[in-house]
């Protein structure tokens, strides 16, 4: 098990902007992970796609429902994945979860192989 630690999560008001990181702890992490994802789940919702990215190249990919507001990033040297948040919307509150996954995968939770435990997004009106 690979431990994945996300940090950034907190409250902000709608328009608002916030940035979560998620690191790997074990060093070869870069050495076997095809890319890493952000999902997020809201009470009583199921866990939605955020964006993944390609690991090898940084290549990105985004939910419709972020695009053009989120931006996914990686730096391969630390084995940290982040998420640059901008133009909150209250619908964005969620618990934002990091996963990597070993081999091609994109926007289904089974994908990914690590998780992480969560970072708490509020958004408020």
């Known amino acids: 098990q690979v431990p994945l630690a996300e940090s950034g999560g907190g409250l902000v008001q709608a328009g608002g902007s916030l940035r979560l990181s998620c690191a790997a702890s074990e060093r070869s992490f870069s050495t076997y992970i095809y890319g890493m994802g952000w999902f997020r789940q809201a009470p009583g919702k199921e866990r939605e796609f955020v964006a993944t990215i390609r690991w090898r190249d940084g290549s990105p990919y985004y939910a419709d429902s972020v695009k053009g507001r989120f931006i996914i990033s990686r730096d391969s040297g630390k084995n940290t994945v982040y998420l640059q948040m901008n133009s909150l919307k209250p619908e964005d509150t969620a618990l934002y979860y990091c996963?990597?996954?070993?081999?091609?995968?994109?926007?289904?939770?089974?994908?990914?192989?690590?998780w992480g435990q969560g970072t708490q997004v509020t958004v408020s009106s």
């Open positions: 996963a990597a996954a070993k081999s091609y995968g994109r926007s289904f939770p089974n994908d990914y192989d690590y």
